[in-house]
């Protein structure tokens, strides 16, 4: 897979998430479903979407014991997603685990990428909540490494990160970056926010991109110009 524009379909359920998709009509945007989607209308909602021809990044970020971990990636390769992710927080053991149960007999597997520190934990919550005491940033670099040496294909970044990702982990490591934003665009409530054309310039692999498209007057123009933009 090259590099693509993977659309947060950030919706509380299957009506609006296709009424959305719709207004598509003859493109297939990569399409990244998370939490609130998925529990709301449960795996149906994964093979609805996929049925309709668009790739899927299944963002549940598991974080459990390597056993429960393996199983349930099992799970949702047979949904037969085409990206997964996890907590790199769970430790190599559990990342290697969730690799065992995302292979399915054939050998194939979705591509699993790690969440290493999320960007709504600062240094002070780390600090004092998790009793991590080193700076945020190393800690970042340390659980991608720790990814890449589990097997696993990439992480989740800040596209402000994406550049010292690959320059630690190598060219392949995959680096998914949401926190794009248009130059004339809100930013809400992201804080370190790139265009798509700098996250290009930068060597993200794919931009996750939410509302700049889903609360776009026109999200199919929005869609294309993020395109335009990312993968032209
Ligand atoms: O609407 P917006 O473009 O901010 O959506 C970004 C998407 O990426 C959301 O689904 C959000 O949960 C996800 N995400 C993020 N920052 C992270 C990890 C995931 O914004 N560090």
Do not use: W
Request: hydrophobic share 40%; aromatic share 6%; glycine share 8%.
């Amino acid at each position: 897979m090259g590099k693509d524009v993977i659309v947060a379909c950030d919706f509380a359920s299957a009506e609006q998430v296709f009424s959305f998709l719709d207004k598509f009509t003859g493109k297939k945007p990569f399409v990244k479903i998370g939490m609130e989607l998925y529990y709301a209308e449960g795996p149906a909602i994964v093979k609805e979407i996929k049925a309709r021809g668009h790739k899927i990044f299944l963002d549940l970020k598991l974080h459990d014991i390597p056993n429960t971990v393996k199983k349930a990636m099992a799970v949702l390769s047979r949904l037969d997603v085409d990206i997964t992710n996890l907590h790199a927080a769970g430790t190599k053991n559990m990342m290697k685990a969730a690799l065992e149960g995302l292979t399915r007999p054939d050998g194939s597997r979705p591509l699993l990428i790690a969440v290493t520190q999320l960007t709504s934990t600062d240094q002070q919550s780390m600090e004092e909540d998790l009793l991590i005491r080193e700076p945020i940033d190393k800690v970042v670099m340390h659980y991608a490494k720790c990814a890449e040496e589990a097997g696993l294909d990439g992480i989740v970044c800040s596209p402000l990160e994406a550049g010292k990702v690959h320059d630690t982990c190598g060219k392949s490591f995959l680096t998914v970056t949401p926190g794009v934003r248009f130059a004339d665009g809100d930013v809400g409530d992201q804080k370190r926010v790139m265009t798509p054309a700098q996250a290009k310039a930068i060597g993200s692999d794919y931009i996750v991109v939410g509302r700049p498209i889903t609360a776009a007057a026109d999200p199919v123009a929005a869609y294309e110009r993020c395109v335009a933009e990312f993968c032209d």
